[in-house]
């Protein structure tokens, strides 16, 4: 009964008047195909091309009430934050404030192991070798934590679980994802400028660009109104969800805390690409970008994905956040063309070839 909801919200019609050069009807039909499979209890798009915007959703804000799933909903977007977090410290050294290879403990002596030798890009490039706190049992917000997810950390205590595992590699030999480096990367806004890093994030670059929507929530639970709810299937027979919505966001802190909207989000990436929050070489080295994952390249706080286009090979940028409950999708082509997609998971995480063709129909177009 709930998916027949979901799927007739799915259905209904959006805003009246699309603009003709965004691929409205493809965009809709790839959201409300995820929705009638059950692989999404809700789905939120915004595309952005020069001056032109436009937004919609498709299924449920929850599956008690069936409301539908409102476009300017807030989420979670998990690691997107990581792109935040990067802007500020390449904006600090655009001010000389520190350079991208300055040693880590230069800055914060005695906080990381062998941080004489891991400098400030191989933190921002997951090239540091510091092993991943969240791949410790209990420790990942993609996993249901039952109460434990009400649990309140500090970074500090965030680092020891980390430190406890030996470094997988040597500073700079080679790539592998590790939110450690940006609990690292906050902790050096703070020491830098003096200020909490979530006080940096909204002095240099929420309140500049107007981004009303989107916060750094600390240690609260909740999400602001309206918003879709984010649920976990428990490994039963059959399968039960959960609803996750709730949680302490300490776990992440600046790896992944930060809530934000679809239109924030596409302000936000659109004009970083375009040069506007960092000096032209600051920007240079965030797409600088080095190999790591068959899916995508990895600069400093952005990944690159290479779109299989009709003319051939194009490249955007952004980053992918996934937090239980909640995936995240902020793209950008460095041309005024942005692409920003919120999908709450529900039977099963939605595909890379499901999301892909959007993006193809986005950014391939002229």
């Known amino acids: 009964m709930m998916l027949k909801v979901i799927l007739s919200l799915a259905l209904a019609a959006g805003p ?9 009807a493809e965009l809709r039909d790839r959201l409300t195909s995820l929705a009638a499979k059950g692989d999404i209890t809700a789905g939120l798009v915004h595309v952005q091309d020069g001056a032109t915007r436009w937004s919609d959703a498709v299924g449920v804000r929850d599956l008690a009430s069936g409301a539908p799933a409102q476009a300017h909903g807030h989420f979670r977007i998990g690691s997107v934050t990581k792109t935040f977090v990067a802007t ?10 520190l350079t991208l290879d300055d040693p880590i403990a230069r800055h914060l002596p005695g906080v990381v192991p062998g941080g004489e030798r891991i400098t400030v890009r191989h933190v921002l490039q997951h090239t540091s070798g510091l092993p991943d706190y969240m791949s ?11 109460e434990a997810r009400f ?10 679980v980390a430190f406890a595992t030996k470094p997988p590699f040597g500073p700079g030999e080679s790539w592998r994802y590790s939110n450690t480096n940006y609990v690292v990367a906050g902790l050096l806004i703070e020491k830098l400028t ?10 240099r670059i929420l309140r ?15 999400l602001p109104a309206p918003h879709a709810h984010g649920y976990e299937p428990l490994p039963t027979t059959p399968p039960t969800f959960v609803d996750a919505t709730r949680m302490d966001p300490s776990l992440d802190w600046a790896a992944g805390e930060m809530i934000s909207t679809s239109h924030d989000l596409a302000t936000f990436v659109t004009a970083l690409l375009d040069g506007r929050l ?17 899916l995508f390249r990895y600069g400093l706080g952005l990944q690159e994905f290479t779109l299989p286009c009709a003319d051939g090979p194009k490249p955007v940028w952004g980053h992918t956040g996934q937090l239980i409950g909640y995936l995240t999708v902020a793209l950008a082509d460095g041309r005024g063309r942005s692409l920003v997609l919120s999908l709450n998971p529900y039977r099963q995480d939605p595909s890379t070839t499901a999301v892909l063709p959007m993006a193809v129909a986005v950014f391939c177009r002229g």
């Open 16 to 24: 009246a008047g699309p603009p003709p050069e965004i691929p409205v």
């Open 88 to 97: 500020v410290l390449l904006q600090l050294a655009d001010e000389r404030r």
């Open 208 to 222: 500049p660009l107007k981004l009303s929507h989107t916060s750094l929530p600390g240690n609260h639970p909740s």
């Open 136 to 146: 410790e049992p209990g420790y990942s917000t993609n996993r249901w934590r039952g």
């Open 151 to 160: 649990d309140d950390y500090s970074p500090a205590q965030l680092l020891r």
């Open 194 to 203: 003096g200020h909490r890093y979530g006080d940096e994030v909204a002095r």
């Open 278 to 294: 960092t000096s032209q070489a600051g920007l240079a080295e965030l797409r600088r970008m080095r190999a790591a994952d068959p």
